[in-house]
């Protein structure tokens, strides 16, 4: 199993500001996975983060408005950028999910005024 | 991998077996059938998996038709703490990719 600590767990922004949400996993591993959870609605994938390599970003997620960073093989962080009302979701990082279970973050509740 | 559908609410009692449907008619061969829950304002919670045979662990049974077309999630006896969105999801092993692709689901509403 895997552990992951998320932070923050959830914040109130300035829209036109960037928030960087981090994610720790307790063991190392290879691929970390960034979700968002409009209201209401399921997750979506914005990237799959790979230590020591560019992220591999979804249809619809750009580079410039979700940068990623993969220091080392237990965190990584997505950051948010240039925020507007329609950002305000929950943001998820996930690991596993290849032969094995997945195990998910709590989240990073997003609300942008 | 193959698309699932799943009925959008259902409510059980407490105390009562709560069977939640899942229907995958595009499956291929390899491909195995997850379920995750959500429960509000968590991080998604694996429940269970299965390729073929009927799968039981510690928090449910999973029951897959042997066409493998469509399965079961079954929780024995719900609790209010079950409630929850379920997630069916149908899916290769992968050691490259193990990001998952998330439907719509099923909001479980276990009452009293």
């Known amino acids: 199993s895997a552990v992951i600590s998320q932070k923050p767990s959830r914040d109130i922004c300035q829209r036109g500001t960037s928030l960087t949400i981090q994610c720790q996993v307790d063991?190392?591993?290879?691929?970390m996975f960034w979700y968002r959870q409009q209201p209401g609605q399921s997750l979506t994938l914005i990237a799959t983060?790979?230590?020591?390599?560019?992220?591999?970003?979804e249809s619809g997620f750009v580079i410039d408005k979700f940068p990623i960073s993969r220091p080392n093989l237990t965190f990584s962080t997505l950051t948010v950028s240039n925020m507007s009302p329609e950002d305000s979701s929950i943001y998820l990082c996930?690991?596993?999910?290849?032969?094995?279970?997945?195990?998910f973050g709590q989240g990073t509740r997003l609300t942008v005024v | 991998d193959a698309k699932t559908t799943q009925p959008p609410s259902m409510d059980c009692a407490e105390g009562r077996a709560a069977n939640l449907p899942c229907n995958h008619s595009?499956?291929?061969?390899?491909?195995?059938v997850y379920w995750y829950r959500q429960i509000h304002s968590q991080g998604p919670q694996y429940i269970i998996h299965?390729?073929?045979n009927n799968e039981t662990n510690e928090m449910a049974s999973l029951i897959i038709t042997e066409d493998r077309k469509s399965s079961t999630l079954i929780l024995p006896h719900a609790t209010l703490r079950d409630t929850a969105v379920y997630y069916c999801?149908?899916?290769?092993?992968?050691?490259?990719?193990?990001?998952?692709?998330f439907g719509k689901g099923t909001k479980l509403s276990v009452k009293p």
């Open positions: 996930s690991v596993g999910g290849g032969r094995t279970e997945a195990f």
């Open positions: 063991s190392q591993v290879t691929m």
């Open positions: 983060a790979n230590q020591g390599s560019e992220a591999t970003y």
């Open positions: 595009t499956i291929s061969g390899n491909e195995y």
């Open positions: 299965g390729l073929k």
């Open positions: 999801i149908v899916r290769f092993l992968s050691g490259s990719q193990g990001n998952l692709i």
